[in-house]
């Protein structure tokens, strides 16, 4: 399982990736936050504007970064 979970937040390259971590800790946080305001509420509340702006933003600089990498344009 933690095997998994390294590989999981590592590059290609073995090396730990922060965006990585970044990304699954924001969509975690917001998607745990709803579910537990929906489960209190004992219905599903609606995803405010913000936190899906959050979420696809969070992605969408890991997709960017990944684009980046594999044009072999130097990150740092």
Known sequence: MFNFIGR????????????RM???FVV???????GYVSIIKGEIAPLPTEA????????GAKVWQKG???NGT???
Do not use: H, R, Y
């Open 8 to 19: 999981a937040f590592s590059e290609d390259n073995g090396n730990p990736s922060s965006t």
């Open 28 to 34: 975690v946080s917001i998607i745990s936050v709803w």
């Open 74 to 76: 130097p990150q740092g």
């Open 68 to 70: 980046k990498e594999a």
């Open 22 to 24: 970044l990304t699954a």
């Open 52 to 59: 899906v702006v959050a979420i696809v933003g969070a992605l």
